[in-house]
């Protein structure tokens, strides 16, 4: 089920900092940096109760490694932070945040 899900993304990555160091998401209009194929699923509530997961709305899962918390995903008609990976055997597991 996981393979037959699996579209390919656009994303963006993140490579500025602001002047307190918090990182700056790049605009909506910016060309993006490439595609990463992902499955994404909604959350279980189980998951948030893990302070690591606490804000993030969704999990997906690839095979790319190149994946790093520094992305941001086109997702349908949202941006989607990623929060944290989890390597899961041969694929890795991608918690995913929304942002505006």
């Known amino acids: 089920m996981i393979y037959s899900k699996m579209r390919p993304y656009d994303y963006w990555k993140i490579s500025v900092n ?8 790049p ?3 910016a060309a993006a940096d490439g595609q990463v194929k992902l499955s994404i699923y909604p ?3 189980g998951t948030q109760d893990n302070i690591l997961y606490a804000d993030c709305s969704y999990v997906g899962f690839t095979f790319d490694a190149e994946v790093s918390d520094k992305y941001v995903i086109a997702y349908e008609k949202e941006r ?21």
């Open 80 to 100: 989607l932070k990623v929060m944290y990976i989890q390597q899961a055997g041969r694929m890795r597991q991608v918690f995913l945040k929304r942002v505006n």
């Open 43 to 45: 959350t279980s509530a």
């Open 27 to 29: 605009a909506e209009t």
């Open 18 to 25: 602001e002047e307190y160091g918090q990182e700056v998401l």
